[in-house]
């Protein structure tokens, strides 16, 4: 399906986890016959996506980018605008309201913990 509907045509990278039907020859001929180049995350460990997962989904959810239809130039353009919002403009309930970039140039961080009201550490860590 994702073949099917390809809009771009510059040269493409298919990540996946170390999933069985990923790694199986089947599926790595299909990939090299229609030019596609596999990568995988190094571990077996679940969470090792987890970065990449989070960034597709704002980038669809919040920013709506799968919805334009638009060149591969004005999509990449669309992605720096929702980069820079994210990072500058936003702020993020983790970071005490504040945006990325405000806490980066903090000279002392405070970390949110999540754990619950009975956890040893009822308030967050302070980093100087």
Known sequence: MAIKQRMYKESLIHHSDRGFQYCSMD????????????????????????????????LKQEFLLEDYHVNIQTMKLLVEDAITIYNTKRPHWSCYMKTPEQMHKQNSVKIRTYKNKYSCKDSPTTIS
Do not use: C, H, W
Request: no cysteine.
């Open 27 to 58: 599926y790595q001929k299909i990939l090299k016959k229609k030019n596609i180049s596999p990568s995988m995350t190094e571990s077996y460990d679940p969470y090792a996506n987890a970065i990449a997962e989070r960034v597709n989904g704002i």
